[in-house]
């Protein structure tokens, strides 16, 4: 990772950040659903896993001084996946607006305030459903 902001940081630091972690953010990380034992160990297989672990850290616990670049939350999104965190790092960015959120896309296209699709798609997607219907009745009946 190469943030001006954030150094890179080895196991050894990553893991005193985590001893040392008392009060209010110690709390806040074990709300969002990073256990501080989870990330520790984490951080503790090499000096890779604990710079994401740090861009964690850096970004949820809003580190004085520090910008979030899109290394640095892919690096952490990372991480919450593996721990199974209820808050992704991007989520909190955009609850604290400090990053846009990631376009919506729905299942019928467009994006949110475009025009809907056509009812020419919407016809499709149920022909669709309805032939593969006939298609399964039809393998039944031959095979009886």
């Not at 990330?39 to 896993?49: I, K, T, V």
């Not at 939350?73 to 996946?81: C, D, G, Q, S, Y």
């Not at 009812?119 to 031959?142: N, R, S």
């Amino acid at each position: 990772m190469s943030n001006p902001t954030r150094p890179v940081a080895s196991t050894a630091v990553v893991q005193r950040r985590l001893r040392n972690l008392k009060g209010a953010k110690r709390r806040r990380l074990e709300d969002f659903g990073y256990p501080v034992e989870r990330l520790a160990e984490l951080a503790g297989r090499g000096d890779a896993e604990a710079d994401r672990v740090d861009a964690l850290l850096a970004i949820v616990l809003n580190r004085g001084g520090y910008t979030h670049d899109d290394g640095d939350v892919a690096a952490a999104e990372k991480i919450a996946r593996k721990v199974g965190a209820r808050m992704t790092p991007h989520a909190y960015l955009v609850a604290r607006h400090k990053t846009p959120p990631w376009p919506v896309f729905y299942y019928n296209g467009g994006r949110p305030g475009t025009k809907p699709m056509s009812w020419l798609g919407v016809a499709g997607v149920f022909g669709f459903v309805f032939g593969m219907i006939v298609l399964v009745a039809v393998i039944v009946v031959l095979v009886r």
